[in-house]
């Protein structure tokens, strides 16, 4: 039962703003979503996380649907070290478990 | 420095021979977690800790016991290994609430 739904690959060109998109259709009304992208098989980065306003850091924004049942996060400027997968991710309903789901495989080409 | 670590990195074993793999995190967090990395499959957790003695299971738990006597840490045990358990292992720490979590370099383990 998959609790966020993100395509399995996109590419963007260097320096132009990268848009992941996700589907979180079932989250509960208090649970955060987070961002985290892994860069080959190292251990996944945390990048970002909002609950229903947008969000901005030095990594990246977050944009968060009214409804909350879609996100995009937003690369402005994306660089050839941006190349990883992203994973969106939420907390079981009510409970303390998390489920990563299988990301978007993000190439960023020169 | 604020890190997680794990050991092994590497392990090549065979199946029923007794493992563990240990996870320490220096950060004070109260939340640790188990992940395993399969291809096609994404990140599935296995265990979490709320906090010391409080553990559950997560989406994947067979096959696995964990502890959690310190706070700092969190090993994974495999009392009987088989070769459906050969994957990418991760172990994440964060503080609670915010589930902001840190992990480490990851384990690959090969059960023959």
């Known amino acids: 039962d998959a609790k966020t739904t993100q395509p399995p690959s996109m590419d963007c060109a260097e320096g132009r703003a990268a848009n992941l998109p996700c589907n979180h259709s079932?989250?509960?009304?208090?649970?955060?979503v987070y961002w985290y992208r892994q860069i080959h098989s190292q251990g996944p980065q945390y990048i970002i996380h909002?609950?229903?306003n947008n969000e901005t850091n030095e990594m990246a924004s977050l944009i968060i649907t009214e409804d909350r049942k879609s996100s995009t996060l937003i690369l402005p400027h994306a660089t050839l070290r941006d190349t990883a997968v992203y994973y969106c991710i939420v907390k079981g309903d009510g409970g303390n478990q998390f489920y990563f789901g299988t990301g978007t495989s993000l190439t960023v080409i020169p | 420095e604020a890190q997680v670590t794990q050991n092994p990195r590497y392990l090549i074993t065979v199946t029923g021979k007794k493992l563990t793999v240990t996870c320490s995190q220096n950060?004070?967090?109260?939340?640790m977690s188990w992940y395993r990395q399969d291809p096609g499959l994404g990140l599935r957790q296995i265990y979490y800790?709320?906090?010391?003695?409080?553990?559950d299971k997560g989406d994947v738990p067979e096959g696995y016991k964990v502890s959690r006597k310190e706070k700092r840490n969190f090993p994974l045990i495999l009392e009987s290994p088989s070769p459906n358990q050969t994957s990418l292992y991760f172990c994440?720490?964060?503080?609670?609430?915010?589930?902001?979590?840190?992990f480490g370099p990851g384990t690959r383990l090969t059960v023959t």
């Open positions: 800790s709320m906090n010391v003695e409080v553990t």
């Open positions: 909002g609950l229903k």
């Open positions: 079932t989250i509960s009304g208090n649970e955060y």
């Open positions: 994440a720490s964060s503080f609670l609430p915010s589930y902001l979590q840190y």
């Open positions: 950060m004070n967090h109260e939340y």
